[in-house]
């Protein structure tokens, strides 16, 4: 069973950081990308930010020099840097994995509250 296990959502003022991490488990089926997503209240589900295992990073214009998206040695963990957060990146966040021949797998979501 592929399961993705995130942590670090909360509540936040204006200006402040928060460091989001995603936990994916282990298959025979290597991944080719994981990334974030978000959707806020009346709004569709948006990328955030991605992450291939090559290190490429793509980041939604809203969030560009401000977040930062890596992955550990591993390949097993992402982990979202937000600095500067603004209260319209109150959202709840998903974490998404992409596994080699077609595996899509989402977090249950994790609620990151920015207050002004």
């Known amino acids: 069973q592929v399961q993705l296990v995130e942590s670090g959502g909360g509540l936040v003022q204006a200006g402040g950081s928060l460091r989001l991490s995603c936990a994916a488990s282990?298959?025979?089926?290597?991944?080719?990308?994981m990334g974030w997503y978000r959707q806020a209240p009346g709004k569709q589900r948006e990328l955030v930010a991605t992450?291939?295992?090559?290190?490429?990073?793509n980041y939604a214009d809203s969030v560009k020099g401000r977040f930062t998206i890596s992955r550990d040695n591993g390949k097993d963990t992402v982990t979202l840097r937000m600095n500067r957060l603004k209260p319209e990146d109150t959202a709840l966040y998903y974490c998404?994995?992409?596994?080699?021949?077609?595996?899509?797998?989402w977090g249950k979501g994790t609620l990151v509250t920015v207050s002004s």
């Open positions: 992450i291939t295992d090559g290190g490429r990073t």
């Open positions: 282990r298959t025979i089926f290597s991944i080719n990308a």
């Open positions: 998404n994995a992409v596994y080699q021949y077609g595996l899509v797998t």
